[in-house]
């Protein structure tokens, strides 16, 4: 599932929208891991299979597609077929295609319409999934489709379901959120979106503070055990620090990586890579420079400015 990080960082977070989205049982869930396998006759890795805990239960893989690609469906079947072969894998499969809209799916091959039949490759999309107001995951997959004049009724459906989440899952709920808002609206400034969709607000609430209290809370944890080894005053401060800083460089990493995406989406793993370094300061620097870059050249040239300067 290459063609858009947001919906890898849903099914991980959330890996019962899959099942939702397929309108099975969620809990389902309950007998998957969600992982990205290594395919070593294709000398790559594959996102997006949902491996069965138990025997006799099949395996999934998933693709999410928003733009069009007349090979998805044969590089998904070859895919599943190289890790069945390599796996000796004994029980079912299914292949899952989400397209966007129905206007971006080439239709499946002819040499495919047997798996249709089967079963083991069904093709779904976006547009058409059920409106939802009790599914965080469905509501997170309706915010990127859904239409801008309709998207803060949609945030204030996903604010009241994220409240029921446990609390190790609400700051990733919170991204998600972030991200989507960065997807659909890649031009307006960060800031501006938390104004306009009355994200300034949520982040002032009770819920939102203790969120990002149990960050802080973290990055003290980890400061005060090393202080232990090093002092317990050196390790207070640092553990302070490091867990206020922590949700400012998170946040700022989150829209770095989904506004370069989104100008670059076929360099999707090197951007992961080249901005998972970089200070605070220097992604709020890429964040104002980001559309005055123009090809994936000057992302590089500014990135070796930022390696000379030793900013």
Known sequence: MRTDSLFYKVFQTLPGALFELLGDDITLVENYTFKSIELKELAKRTDGVFLPKRDGDPIY????????????????????????????????????????????????????????????LKTFYLEDIPDTKDSIGLGLVRLVIEPKRNVQNRIRQLERCARALPIAQQRNMIELI???????????????LEAMFGLTEWKQTRFYQEVEAEGIQKGYQKGHQKGHQKGYQKGYQKGRQKGHQEGSVTQARVLVIGLLKKRFPEMT???????????????????????????????????????????
Not at 83 to 96: D, R, T
Not at 278 to 294: R, Y
């Open 61 to 120: 893989f998933v693709e999410v597609q928003f733009q069009p690609d007349e090979h998805l469906y044969y590089r998904l079947i070859q895919e599943a077929v190289v890790y069945l072969g390599q796996n000796s894998w004994q029980y079912g499969w299914k292949a899952v295609v989400f397209w966007a809209k129905r206007s971006l799916d080439p239709g499946v091959p002819q040499c495919y319409k047997g798996e249709v039949q089967t079963g083991n």
């Open 178 to 192: 972030e991200q989507a808002l960065v997807y659909k609206f890649p031009d307006r400034p960060w800031r501006e």
């Open 269 to 311: 793993q090197e951007i992961n890579s080249l901005v998972e370094g970089l200070s605070l300061s220097n992604l709020e620097g890429l964040a104002d420079t980001i559309f005055e870059l123009n090809t994936w050249e000057d992302l590089l040239s500014w990135l070796s400015k930022i390696d000379q300067s030793g900013m």
